[in-house]
């Protein structure tokens, strides 16, 4: 495991929680600000995709079929922006203590998240191809 | 030597976070871009809105991103940047998405 007070390279044994909190190193913190910054982007990219599928695409004959492809993704989008505050939080909660850095659930969420649309794209296409 | 190899590398990671900010203020210029799809193709009173509001957009971003790189100068050893901006950060992602998904369900294409 590698501590995130520690400098590369170093032995710097991990602090036990009951040790008060103490600034990590600065590019820990940096980086960690950038998964944020990646997740978030990740958010916004979901959300205009959301939206141009039920503004852009073209009528499908299935009723709702749009929006029933981009509702989802706008949803997603909202959840992926929310949890990745969340996982900034515990990620800095652990440097700061000197644990190892809990388990992301992002990449489970984003990947059942498109997987589920993807299905649906299936299922809507199946219905329009009629 | 070891000194001020670190410090090289601290800088580069600054670097490369000023550089995600930027792209995270040009992904959030675009989404509103997106959100405003409804209100192409800007003729009329409507461009003007449309200009004006991804304009103001891109100045807020850019403000906020020559803030965040003069105060990088001096919080080298200092906390960073506070769980108040990222929690603004998702918050305005979620009013995004909230204003997506009353576009996407109640404005017809």
Redesign the interface.
Known sequence: MISSRA?PGSNIRPVSESQPEA?PD??F???N??T???W??T???L??T???????LPKLQLAWG??LL??PL??L??VV??E??RQ??AN?RAMRRGDSLPRSRLPLIVTLGIVAVGVLAIVVAGFGSR | MMAEH?SR??GL??E??VL??N??GL??V??AA??L??LWPLRGPRREVSIGLIAAAAIVWAVALLVFTTSTASR??????G?TV??L??VG??I???V??F???F?S?
């Open positions: 400098r600034e600065v590019r913190t940096y980086a600000e950038r944020f910054l990646a978030n982007r958010a916004l990219a959300i205009a959301g939206v141009a599928a039920t503004q852009l749009r929006r981009g509702l706008v949803i989008g909202a922006a929310a990745s505050f900034w939080r800095d | 670190e590398q601290g990671a600054r490369r976070t995600a900010w792209r995270s992904a959030v675009v989404c997106a959100l799809r409804h080298a050893k200092d906390a960073l940047i769980p990222f929690f950060i998702t992602t979620v995004l998405a909230v997506a998904f576009l996407a369900f404005v294409p």
